[in-house]
């Protein structure tokens, strides 16, 4: 069993990795082909915006979502219940936000098209403890309207991206940090939640304090790492033939595997120089972070869940317009065990109103640009 300091400490690799865009390998597919221009030629509406839907951030990047297109304009999503991720996400919480993501960005894509999608939550019933077989969720796209949908944040489905880079020293503004508060009270009933933020100092060298230390946690805790490392994928060829996981690629990544130092013998020993090194940069991550933001939902069902995914959706569409960086930091909201009592530090820290549940915490603020993350092809995700 790889001990935990190794696993997530690799993924430090990933800030570093260039884009990605055209790198095929060999006869492999091009690992970020989906990012471009999506759905171009689809003469469904429905495969158009299936098509944008897997470019949704989403836990681990296991792309957990499998379709049934049905009727003339129905779509079902399904969660595929092997892509979750239990040590971390016990509840399958974050899987349900993973849903949510792509749910939202299925209607904007839609709306492009001059549809305006009924989504029909768990039509055959909220599952409980964790999702299962049943539906997630019934979409049916409706009669095209006169308008399409003119949020100018749905043409950043492309662009968007989790940026795991050091961040500037710039502070994002109250005003910027309100406008995505604002976008989240835009779903006006749909979501009955709500989004904090702080860009106080002293507050957030609290949080970069607690976040580092979950980070820190998680890394030590074995179960998790043996979950994580199974999501990681080394090297081109690797990112290529999977196309899903935690990617690392890039010149040091081929370079180490080329001189035999990249095999994950090598990699789950603590002390190597690989996970030292990583250790510094996720730690530098998180103590770059000049703002805090976190998503609630008035409670945690999973009907719940999946808005809070749709919010944080929307939200980090209107930070990718404004500019923003964005990265989720969700070690200290997870439900294991070991995380229990830096969980409670969190929430206290963050200290949500009464019966609010904290669904997404993210660092904020600006910074380099990064590379598209791995999609499998649209196609792959249709069950016949
Ligand atoms: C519910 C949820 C939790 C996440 N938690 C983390 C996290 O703790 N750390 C992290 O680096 N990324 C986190 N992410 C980001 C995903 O890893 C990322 O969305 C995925 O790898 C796909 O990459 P992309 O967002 O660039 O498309 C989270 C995303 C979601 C939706």
Redesign the pocket.
Known sequence: MPSRRHVLSL?SA?PFAPALAGCASGNLPDAVAGWRDPGAGETDPRRFALAHAI???????TQPWLVELDDADGMTLYCDLDRRIPFTDPLD???T??HG?FLELYRMSAGLKNYWPNIEFFPEGEPTPRLDARPVARVTLGPQQAQPNSDPSTLQIVN?????NPYDARVPTAEQLDALVNVVVGMGEEYTGGVYWTNDEARVAQGRDLVWRG?DREQRTEGAAAETFGWLRFGRREIAEHRD??GMSGAGIELFKMLGQLNREQLIDPDSSANKTATKNWREMAMTSPAFLWITSNGDTPSMRLNA?RA?ARL?LAAQDMGLAI?????TLEEYEEMADLREEMRAFLAPPEGETV??LVRIGFAEP?A??A?RAAQDFIRA
């Open positions: 993924l990933a470019l949704a951030p989403n836990p681990h990047n919480r974050q899987i936000i993973g993501c968007r991206h989790t940026n795991r980070w996981g935690l995914g944080y980090a990265h989720p930091w969700s070690q669904q997404m990064v598209p993350s999609r």
